[in-house]
């Protein structure tokens, strides 16, 4: 047995340079064999409009102006014939130097609220490096390639790096090097450089550029040059990370060591776009853009001649990013869910896993404890008191055999734990398909009186966030599961 449906998803970008949209049709498939449940899975991802790209629209240096973002995306909607009311799920995201504006946050969150019944709030380097890698292609072209293929995102203010292996991303990197850190006029007089390389400069000998100087040519190639080796340089697996300064976000993402090789190198972005153009002749064509990004661009073409690995410009390069963004942010669950409908949709749930004790000799008092431990945690971190909605949601890691008992005590234990803590509703996310029967146990022993959502089919780690969608079709459920929200 086997049906299929279409949701309809946005991808939004807010970069250092541009703003751009996307606008994406994703097939829902439910699937069915003779012995197993029904699973529901996102079969096809068909990006059916973009948008042109816009400006980044900012109020001086360092302020996002929303009200003219709001103008931008309600003219996108329209062309592209849609209302926020049609959208299913997908994402709006801050990206580069934007992510560190004043109230970055707080337009985030607007526009996600506006966009679209179920569109997402997310910012961040590792983030962006891997739905960037997925909108390229790099993920995909992983599969079928012996090592490691990198994509690089780089824009206007950072270079996001997602070293993909078999389908899957091992590790980010992100560095301080885009395009608009240091902005100038056709004539060289540099016009703004970017607080986040400004220290750098000043060590690595390029003091004298500075606002308001004159740059020469052969300088700004010198500066496009080293940055370029910086960057082929930190990709690579033993380097002496206190010579790159401007690396920055997760140091612990530094220590993977990888079995395999690298094998490819993609370059991403708005420079990414621009590595396929000639060189610029001249300072006024370096700058037409009112930055380096042209001489980024042709330095890294240069650097990729010498370097030992393949290195090209990605397709969809300019947009990869927002692609990733409009049509891999969605997950489904859907074979054993168990909603109270009123709760939904719910958005940035906490995640909290529940740790099982192994230790103890009688494994039902371990999974009680278990599950208890947990709400006892969320509700430490992020409260959730009287007539305050549940702020966490707890995850229910595998069980290698799940009996009926021991649903019904985890059923038991959490719905304790919630009516301890004078919680609103119970969120419950089973690493095992037993959802439905867990939120029927929920029900019946507390006499309907504590509201529950339970899903399963569910990847995610404890420390991520989740937003939860309103039932679609057959009573799937889609969500978004956010593993860094904002740059640390």
């Known amino acids: 047995m086997q049906n299929e449906e279409w949701l309809t998803s946005a991808g939004i970008d807010i970069g250092t340079s541009t703003t751009k949209c996307v606008f994406s049709r994703l097939k829902i498939e439910r699937q069915s064999g003779l012995s197993s449940l029904p699973q529901f899975h996102i079969t096809e991802r068909n990006v059916f409009y973009e948008s042109r790209m816009h400006r980044t629209p900012l109020i001086g ?21 849609l209302l926020p009311d049609d959208i299913h799920t997908g ?24 966009a679209g019944e179920f569109v997402v709030a997310q910012a961040g380097g590792d983030l962006e490096a891997v739905l960037a890698g997925r909108g390229s292609g790099a993920e995909a072209r992983s599969l079928h390639v012996k090592g490691q293929v990198v994509n690089v995102d780089i824009g206007g203010g950072t270079a996001n790096a997602a070293f993909f292996e078999g389908g899957s991303c091992i590790r980010t990197l992100n560095f301080h090097i885009g395009g608009r850190l240091i902005m100038l006029e056709r004539d060289g007089s540099i016009t703004r450089i970017s607080p986040s390389v400004l220290q750098w400069l000043k060590a690595a000998g390029f003091k004298m550029l500075q606002e308001g100087e004159v740059a020469e040519i052969g300088r700004l190639r010198q500066l496009a040059e080293r940055w370029s080796e910086m960057l082929l340089e930190g990709i690579q697996e033993t380097v002496d990370w206190s010579k790159y300064p401007l690396i920055y976000g997760n140091p612990d993402s530094r220590k993977v060591r990888a079995e395999t090789e690298i094998a490819e190198i993609w370059i991403s972005g708005g420079v990414g776009a621009l590595m396929e153009q000639e060189s610029p002749p001249n300072l006024a064509e370096a700058a037409r853009f009112g930055d380096i990004g042209p001489l980024l661009a042709s330095a890294l073409r240069i650097a990729g001649i010498r370097y030992p690995v393949k290195l090209q410009a990605a397709p969809e390069a300019q947009r990869a990013t927002v692609i990733g963004a409009g049509v891999h942010t969605a997950m489904l669950s859907g074979s054993t869910v168990f909603a109270d409908r009123m709760l939904l949709p719910l958005r940035n749930l906490p995640l909290v896993r529940v740790t099982w ?20 945690e969320g509700k430490q971190k992020y409260g959730g008191a009287g007539t305050e909605a549940c702020k966490f949601a707890v995850i229910v890691p595998h069980l290698s055999v799940c009996t009926y008992p021991m649903i019904r005590r985890i059923a038991e234990a ?31 022993i507390t006499g309907g009186n504590l509201p529950c959502v339970c899903l399963d089919q569910v990847a995610a780690r404890h420390g991520d966030y989740v937003d939860i969608g309103e039932p679609v079709g057959e009573g799937y459920i889609p969500l978004a599961v956010k593993t860094l929200v904002f740059h640390s």
């Open 414 to 444: 959490a719905a304790a734990s919630a009516l301890h803590y004078q919680l609103e509703m119970a969120v419950i996310i089973c690493e095992n398909d037993i959802a439905k029967a867990l939120g029927n146990c929920i029900h019946l």
């Open 61 to 81: 240096d360092s302020q996002i102006d929303l009200g003219q973002l709001e103008r931008i995306l309600a003219s996108e909607y329209s062309n592209a014939g």
């Open 357 to 376: 004790h192994d230790q103890l000799g009688e494994e039902l008092t371990a999974i009680e404890l278990g599950v208890k431990e947990a709400f006892a």
């Open 91 to 114: 994402a709006v995201i801050i990206t580069g130097e934007t992510a560190f504006k004043q109230q970055a946050d707080v337009v985030l969150h607007s526009l996600a609220a506006s």
